[in-house]
């Protein structure tokens, strides 16, 4: 039992104080860890916290006078780092809590995002000043969830933020099961700006491509891949699927340019009147889930380019390392996000009647 000597204050705490804040210039062992605590337990009783015990992850950076008292011992590149991921109203930390209310109502990412900072940034520091080029081990999950739980919390929701912390940080890095601040950009961070660098009709070619280049045909005879035009599907008594692209929508609220697609391609095969029309089945992306289908694919394009610049020197051996094993993976996930996420409905002409039903990827 460690807590008992330590009263109100948790051991981890003190760990990283004095294992790694001390390793810091001008951070005195015993008396900078005493100063830095006296701001810190002043902060937290005139904001009213009344938290049982004194975590890493309740030191309050968004307080400008602990903030100050650890800035003193790094670099001035920290404070936009601080302000982009972990603390503010536009942080990483804050905007993912508020966006997910099971996690903001303990502020589980907020917490995650201290404990990372505090158990990273010296050597982060550290490694910049030094300008060594040795791995970066981070912190692990389970510290993170140690430093940031209280009784009674649910460890699962510290996880999820920190998860996502490291997703959507921008100067959050993740390998596996640790987490670390840089003092750089996140490869995430610089492949998210080139995504969103790319035209819609990049976009959009992109995906005919990918779509196209696919051979498999399922239970169906033969499958029509983004067709252009009615004239490019035949009019064959075999079972035919025809996707639609982005561009002919199905919306469930209202008549859509899928389903008068549809109608349009049973009807004719161009200019002549079409014969086989229950021989074919439509496939169109819903229309209020085009954006995340779109998404994917730039995700794709910037994950795939990627693999051209790994060896770009303003990225550390780490980070090309950690890149040329997640390309790989990451490209294939963004390559099957609209199979999992987009949704879409099917058309199909039977008899006299039109029948309609919504079409589950997963299933």
């Known amino acids: ?21 001390s390793t810091l210039e001008r951070f005195q062992r015993t008396r900078g860890v005493l100063r830095l605590m006296a701001t810190v337990v002043y902060a937290l009783w005139s904001s009213g916290d009344r938290s049982p015990m004194i975590l890493p992850a309740s030191i309050p950076l968004d307080s400008n006078k602990v903030f100050d008292e650890l800035a003193n011992h790094l670099d001035d590149a920290w404070k936009p780092i601080v302000d982009a991921d972990i603390a503010g109203d536009t942080s990483t930390a804050n905007v993912v809590d508020s966006d997910i209310k099971i996690l903001g109502k303990s502020m589980a990412t907020k917490r995650a995002a201290r404990c990372v900072f505090l158990g990273t940034a010296p050597l982060a520091n550290l490694r910049q000043r030094d300008g060594s080029s040795a791995p970066m081990r981070g912190i692990e999950q389970k510290r993170v969830i140690l430093g940031s739980t209280y009784p009674g919390d649910n460890p699962a929701h510290i996880a999820d933020g920190l998860r996502r912390l490291g997703d959507l940080g921008k100067y959050m890095n993740r390998d596996q099961d640790r987490y670390w601040l840089s003092l750089q950009q996140t490869v995430a961070q610089i492949v998210q700006e080139r995504a969103d660098a790319y035209h819609d009709d990049q976009v959009l070619d992109e995906l005919a491509g990918v779509v196209r280049q696919e051979t498999d045909k399922g239970l169906f005879e033969r499958v029509h891949r983004f067709p252009h035009g009615s004239i490019d599907v035949d009019d064959d008594p075999g079972i035919g699927l025809v996707i639609f692209g982005p561009d002919r929508a199905f919306s469930k609220r209202a008549k859509s340019v899928a389903e008068s697609a549809a109608l349009e391609f049973l009807t004719k095969r161009g200019t002549n009147a079409r014969i086989h029309k229950n021989s074919l089945v439509f496939l169109a992306p819903e229309v209020d889930r085009v954006d995340v289908l779109l998404n994917a694919v730039r995700q794709r394009m910037a994950w795939s380019t990627s693999s051209t610049t790994v060896t770009r020197s303003t990225w550390t051996n780490t980070t090309s390392r950690w890149l040329r094993r997640v390309l790989p993976s990451r490209s294939k996930q963004s390559l099957m996000r609209f199979a999992r996420r987009t949704g879409g409905s099917w058309y199909r002409r039977k008899s006299q009647a039109r029948r309609r039903s919504n079409w589950n990827p997963s299933s």
């Open 1 to 21: 039992m460690r807590t008992a000597p330590f009263f109100s204050h948790h051991p981890e705490l003190f760990d990283r104080l004095y294992k790694d804040w």
